[in-house]
């Protein structure tokens, strides 16, 4: 679940930078602006009395590029890079710079659901949030010289995403059946997905797959009705049994050594995408608008639990077909932990609220979503009480009635 951390009210520091000359970035070498460095600037109060904690920088490249291309940079400024992203028409996401990390393997996989490659757009790096504070101003315009040609993507080819989509939507039609057609429920919110699906399943030895796929109506439900105020994510919790993992919490008590690593799948370092899909019904391309993000903050969290979260800053703009209708999937290729199974504890749709992404824009989205409280409520895929005696992988359910009629598990 999301973080809750202490509100620190935005100081003049950014301010004092903003005459600062924006300077180009250039891979693997120093940079030195105004302050004397794109990530050394001016103390603040909030950052002279806060810890050292990382936040992460999306540096972007001057032109989108072929992964050989981006790859090739592996540091901006000393600080080396953790993550890729990538932005099409129809899917975004990251791929991990792990060094675990298969690129042949993820090249693959893309062009085997969306019959063509990803353009690289900026590449990731972590940073003390008081420094990204402090660097802001020249920040944000700074660019990634790119190493490569431009790159433009074929579009997706629409009978992958055919392919890729078949299962998904035909159980919708069944659940539909089964349950019948329903109306809006009391309680649920009108932006609330009507259908969910999840698939947590080991995809090799080294790997494990966590496939969401979400639709609305157009009519009971649709994201445009979130508040503007609002994100949400996407997420799916699962738990240790490991009796070493059980007290605790993460930021609070300390929790042993390991406990990211300890459930059956690790929830750092995965690679993602969220796509909008585009059959050539009519749907408006804009992926990189939603600004989808990786909830790697999970500071609130136990220590027995991680937490498989894809977010999206502005919902609100994901596009919709001609009827209304919208759908979207999201999928995390996470490492294994050392558990093989485990508890699939909850899941669920979980609105954020976004000011603290305005009062202080130098922190990523993973650790500025959700620093105040939303009021637009959580949609439920999976509660505990549904979900006693389940372990994974393979563990697949889907949710129908905007999460009031309870799951049905196919796998």
Not at 38 to 46: R, W
Not at 161 to 175: H, N, P, T, Y
Not at 323 to 347: C, P
Request: hydrophobic letters at 40%; proline letters at 5%.
């Amino acid at each position: 679940m999301k973080k809750k951390r202490m509100m620190v009210a935005a100081t003049g520091a950014a301010a004092l930078l903003a005459a600062s000359l924006a300077t180009p970035l250039t891979a693997n070498a120093s940079v030195v602006g105004a302050s004397g460095g794109v990530y050394v600037g001016l103390a603040s109060i909030a950052a002279a009395s806060a810890s050292l904690e990382m936040t992460r920088v999306t540096v972007p490249f001057s032109a989108a590029q072929r992964a050989v291309d981006a790859l090739s940079t592996t540091e901006v400024d000393g600080y080396p890079v953790v993550a890729y992203r990538f932005e099409n028409a129809e899917v975004v996401g990251e791929l991990s710079a792990s060094p675990q990390t298969s690129v042949e393997d993820f090249l693959r996989r893309f062009d085997e659901s969306y019959g063509t490659q990803p353009q690289f757009v900026a590449v990731i790096i972590e940073v003390p949030e008081a420094q990204a504070e402090t660097s802001y101003a020249s920040k944000r315009s700074a660019v990634l010289e790119s190493t490569g040609p431009i790159f433009a993507a074929n579009p997706a080819d629409p009978a992958h995403i055919e392919s890729l989509l078949d299962q998904s939507r035909s159980r919708v039609g069944a659940e539909k059946a089964a349950f019948g057609v329903q109306s809006l429920p009391a309680g649920a919110e009108d932006w609330f997905p009507e259908y969910a699906e999840v698939l947590v399943q080991r995809d090799d030895p080294l790997r494990v797959l966590f496939d969401q796929y979400y639709t609305w109506n157009g009519t009971d439900s649709k994201t445009s009705n979130l508040s503007g105020d609002d994100g949400f994510e996407m997420e799916v919790n699962i738990t240790t049994s490991n009796p070493d993992y059980q007290a605790g919490v993460r930021g609070g008590l300390a929790c042993p050594a390991g406990y990211k690593d300890q459930p059956f799948a690790k929830n750092y370092d995965f690679e993602w995408w969220a796509a909008l899909v585009n059959t050539g019904s009519g749907l408006t391309a804009m992926a990189s608008d939603v600004n989808a993000y990786a909830d790697y903050n999970d500071l609130s969290d136990d220590c027995n639990r991680n937490s498989m979260a894809i977010g999206f800053r502005t919902p609100q703009l994901i596009p919709a077909y001609p009827d209304g209708h919208q759908e979207v999937s999201v999928q995390i290729m996470a490492f294994r932990g050392v558990d093989t199974t485990g508890r699939i504890s909850s899941g669920v749709v979980q609105s954020v609220n976004a000011t603290g992404c305005v009062l202080q824009p130098w922190l990523s989205l993973t650790d500025c979503m959700g620093l105040t409280t939303s009021t637009s409520g959580n949609r439920l895929t999976l509660s505990e009480s549904s979900s006693v005696g389940w372990t994974a992988p393979p563990k697949c359910w889907a949710s129908t009635d905007y999460g009031f009629s309870g799951v049905s598990s196919f796998c």
